[in-house]
């Protein structure tokens, strides 16, 4: 399998990112693919918050939302998609499948030996990581989640659609500016720090690939278990929620999210992010206060 990886000197100075690059590159069936994620905070903390980015993002996305958990004692892990961020990024479209990424996480969580985990997700985070928990629920205590969705086979809407036909009619699409574009906020420092990991087109297999993957259609990758965690959640989910809208996403907003609330046991009314798109997390900071005191932990 063909790799590549993003030079580090691409990730030099970016804004609000103190953070130390760590890696592992022996997961099982995956070495020696080296897969980045952050981890910060006390290793023995009880708690641990477990930060799922989407497409075309990376752990970056959540920097407004980290200083949050850590000032509430929890050890913070925010792995990158291989593909995406510091993570290696193999050339084959191909290789970019549902299982390739569940298998990948439910590995990594682990062999770091996650517990008691509070799963934070959006978008692809949440395709993915909403799937987790029906398989581990001795590892998982509570959810924050935005805007995403769990794919069973239909299509959430036209604004996807544009979305999927928009990424296949652009291979080399510019990161950065599509950032600037959805999330005006983001100073041009910001946009180009979600460039970074993409030096040229070929690093981009796993951008191009997320919209396809999503489970639009009756028997794509991923629908069975994505049914299986419907019913999870719905049935068997036994931990404490919390639920943040990006009012402006006009892919996975309001009407998707209700949706979800409606299928999570005990989720309590969202948090309505008035002037958010759909990348929420540019307006983590107080999401971030508000679950942590939802949940008595500030």
């Not at 769990?150 to 296949?168: E, M, N, Q, S």
């Not at 720090?193 to 919209?211: C, E, I, T």
């Not at 046991?265 to 958010?276: E, G, L, S, T, W």
């Amino acid at each position: 399998m063909e790799v590549l990886r993003t030079p580090d000197d691409r990730f030099e100075g970016l804004p609000d990112w103190p953070y130390e690059p760590r890696y592992v590159d022996d997961l099982p069936g995956y070495a020696p693919m080296r897969v980045h994620y952050v981890d910060e905070g006390p290793k023995e903390a009880d708690r641990v918050v477990l930060c799922l980015h989407g497409e075309p993002t990376w752990a970056y996305l959540y920097r407004k939302m980290i200083p949050v958990f850590l000032e509430s004692g929890a050890r913070v892990v925010a792995p990158d998609w291989l593909g995406f961020g510091r993570s290696d990024k193999p050339v084959d479209d191909g290789v970019y499948t549902f299982d390739f990424h569940r298998d990948m996480i439910v590995a990594f969580v682990e062999q770091l030996d996650l517990n008691n985990i509070t799963l934070v997700v959006q978008d692809w985070g949440g395709l993915l990581g909403l799937t987790l928990p029906q398989d581990m629920p001795q590892r998982f205590s509570r959810l924050l989640i935005m805007n995403t969705a769990i794919a069973t086979g239909r299509a959430p809407g036209p604004g996807f659609l544009d979305w999927k036909a928009y990424v296949a009619a652009n291979p080399d699409l510019d990161v950065g500016a599509l950032m600037k574009r959805a999330t005006p906020i983001l100073s041009e420092k910001e946009a180009a720090a979600y460039d970074a990991p993409f030096l040229n087109q070929s690093y981009k297999a796993g951008v191009r690939r997320f919209p396809e993957m999503v489970m639009v259609e009756p028997g794509m990758d991923g629908i069975e278990i994505s049914k299986r965690a419907v019913a999870f959640w719905r049935e068997e989910w036994a931990g404490e929620s919390f639920m943040a809208i990006g009012e402006k996403d006009p892919v996975l907003g309001v009407e998707t999210m209700m949706a979800i609330k409606a299928l999570i046991k005990n989720c309590p009314d969202p948090m309505m992010v008035k002037d958010a798109g759909h990348f929420v997390q540019e307006w983590g900071e107080p999401i971030a206060r508000a679950a942590l005191n939802h949940w008595g932990d500030l």
